[in-house]
């Protein structure tokens, strides 16, 4: 199939350059003409694992483009992969979604009509306005053509948007008709028959299940998104505030979580306990889904109280440390880590920009290394009054106390031992639960994590004892 994917961020990228590999035919577009120049010299944007191998893969079958006026308009499929913010209202803006529709509108037509796929995030409902808009504008050109437009909404974890676009565990889309949705499994075919060469950068994991088609009426496979966001991130939030009662009566959350996880009801991932929970998509999503109940008088308190515990989850650090070391003035604290999850330098919206200013703001000194995101903080946060730090080891010279944000798997194996030696006082504040306890209070530290008191996260046996 020919495909024309609008964006070339994460979701368009990732998702375009699947689509090639599996044997279509993709042109990318994005406004952005510095980011396509790049591209089309080989260069990525962004760093996605697997990214560059798969795009290598697929070179004879993608192309980049800047330019409204090679739009194909004999194409199969449009696919709508635009940013979709928060606007000033509170409600999700969508002006570039809005303006993709404007383009395609004014140039489809005359032949066969490509089907429209809105995969951005948008409010339930933003789909059937979409459509009403591009038929208005096939009107105004004369054209009674009845046009598709789908929703596919996106499901993809940055950093493993290669992974999860080729071994999704489900397809969503909403549709209209029959005739959708068998288009729809053929251009996805590969994926849901999974019977495409892997990738030697991403290789099929051996537990793969055939991805079903969840196949809904629009509305519904919008609402799906948020939902999905809505949930994920209510479910970290409800083991972050289980972990504050748990440090208060003595219990270790780790336990808790593992406990509770093996429960299929409930199920084990996303109970890690940490600090707080980021990045572009949850807190954005979650906002723009109350807003949108708001407008619908259909009151999502739960989501409400997530996003509100995970501010409270956030403030935490500078709480604690204030308590430790009787205040935060005057002191030197060391953030190891600032991405708002390991395997990625975004900063959006991730915990670590509030826990800095909240340590500077309680009169602390900050110091900062992150192996990927420190360049990123220096320009988009340029009024942090951070100090950068070349290695994690430099970091520990002189601190007070040092918090790990975020779980990069080089701060597991660090030299803490000799580390706390450089250190003025030995406190360190594990917000991921990743380090191992004994060993650094064996060397000296004092140690305090998520929801975890000194009890024992215990043991446990298979079979027979
Ligand atoms: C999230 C969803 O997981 C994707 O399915 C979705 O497609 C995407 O948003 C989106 O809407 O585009 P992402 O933001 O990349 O993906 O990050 P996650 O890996 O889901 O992590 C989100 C945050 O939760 C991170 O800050 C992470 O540290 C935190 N987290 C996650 C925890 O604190 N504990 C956990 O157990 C899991």
Known sequence: MKVIMIGCGYVGLSTGSVLAYIGHEVTLIDSDAEKIAKLRAGELPIYERGLQEVLRASAGRISFTDDWDSFDSGADAVIIAVGTPIGEGGGVDLTCVEAAVQEIGARVGGGSMPVILLKSTVPPGTGSE??????????????????????????????????????????????????????????????????????????RPGHTRLPPLVATDLTSAELIKYAANAFLAVKVSFINEFANLAESVGADITAVARGIGLDQRIGPQFLQAGIGWGGSCFGKDARAILHAGKRHQAELSIVRAALDAN??????????LGARLDTLAGRTIGLLGLAFKPGTDDLRDAPSLDIIRQLVGGGARVKVYDPAAMEKLACEHPMLSVEYCPTAESLFEGCDAVVLVTEWEEFLHLPYAELGERMRAKLLFDGRNVLDQKMLTDAGFTVCGVGRSDADGGREWLGAV
């Open 130 to 203: 979409m459509k009403a808009l591009l038929q208005q504008k096939l009107a105004m050109r004369g054209m009674k053509s009845r046009i598709s437009v789908v929703s596919n909404p996106e499901f993809l974890r940055e950093g493993q948007t290669m992974f999860d676009s080729f071994y999704p565990d489900r397809i969503v889309v909403g549709i209209e008709s029959d005739e959708e949705e068998t288009f729809l499994a053929t251009l996805y075919r590969p994926v849901l028959l999974q019977d495409f060469t892997p990738p030697l950068a991403i290789p």
């Open 311 to 320: 501010q409270t989850q956030r403030g935490q650090v500078a709480k604690k």
